[in-house]
């Protein structure tokens, strides 16, 4: 039985229109998105905005996060760094505020051997705390494959990857070569996850459409292919600003489209287009009136 399964939200992380953390609108989000039936939050992942924020500011994202959910739901929390040091001590950091698991990547900023891939995940794996190993070869160089998940999932506590590749056919390789769970990674790839045997999905244009993913990916689930494919025709479209360079300023406005606004991202992120705007609102309202 999956420890984790279904719908995971990557959040956002809201701000003030002068770049200040909104940590009250974070905690009303992720009422909302419980309310929608979602089935875990991500806080401090890839669309959350790290890398801009400081230590202390991201520490109080993920104890909002976790406050908040008052453990209606799972949290599992990103753990990007560097240094394999800094992982740990923000898994610590997880742990000590009891979520649910966490998010680690391979060595990022370096191209590592297998062998320091492995020493990486078998150091976090020490703090004791459940990890999904996030497979992001496009953006970070480094491949989880099959054979390597195989290896690294030897440590106790890696129980699953979220995986982002964007090879579908990932999905069987992994659950015929390990015991790990697996997260359909890029939104757009969804309903094809799901129908492969993923259990789970981490999701980030459901930040905006909550109730939309949680249908389709349990539908595919269930295997109701017509009914899943009449659904992904609307919101395809969408999901592949999520494999976007400009994905957390497209999924930001999605949310304001949503009426759920949580403000601009921070610099070096800057606004979009005009023209990108009209794209995503012209999509956005198709897929919700074709919805209704």
Excluded at 226 to 240: C, G, Q, W
Excluded at 244 to 258: F, R, W
Excluded at 264 to 271: S, V
């Amino acid at each position: 039985m999956e420890k984790f399964e279904g719908v995971y939200i990557s959040l956002v992380t809201p701000m003030t229109k002068d770049y200040k953390v909104d940590y009250k609108r974070l905690s009303e989000i992720c009422e909302w998105l419980i309310g929608k039936g979602v089935d875990g939050l991500i806080p401090a992942g890839p669309l959350g905005e790290y890398a801009t924020l400081s230590n202390e500011e991201r520490r109080k994202v993920v104890e909002t996060v976790i406050k908040a959910s008052k453990r209606r739901v799972s949290v599992i929390v990103g753990t990007g760094a560097s240094a394999t040091r800094d992982v740990i001590d923000w898994a610590k950091h997880a742990k000590s505020n009891e979520a649910d698991g966490i998010l680690a990547l391979p060595p990022v900023n370096y191209k590592p051997l297998e062998n320091e891939v492995i020493t990486h995940f078998e150091a976090i794996s020490e703090v004791g705390i459940p990890i999904i190993a996030f497979n992001n070869p496009r953006d970070f160089g480094v491949d989880l494959s099959p054979d390597l998940l195989a290896k690294i999932s030897e440590s106790e506590n890696i129980v699953g990857v979220k995986e982002f590749s964007g090879d579908i056919r990932r999905v069987q390789e992994i659950l015929e070569k390990t015991n790990l769970e697996v997260f359909v990674g890029v939104d757009d790839l969804a309903m094809e996850g799901a129908l492969c045997g993923a259990s789970g999905w981490t999701s980030g244009v459901s930040n905006a459409l909550p109730e939309e993913g949680i249908k389709l990916f349990q539908l595919a689930k269930e295997r109701r292919f017509e009914e899943a494919s009449i659904l992904y025709r609307d919101l395809v479209k969408l999901f592949h600003y999520d494999a976007n360079p400009q994905l957390i300023q497209s999924i930001k406005y999605m949310m304001e489209l949503a009426g759920q606004p949580v403000g601009p991202t921070r610099p070096p992120r800057l606004a979009l287009t005009n023209k990108a705007y009209k794209e995503i609102e012209h999509h956005f309202n198709k897929a919700i009136n074709t919805e209704a």
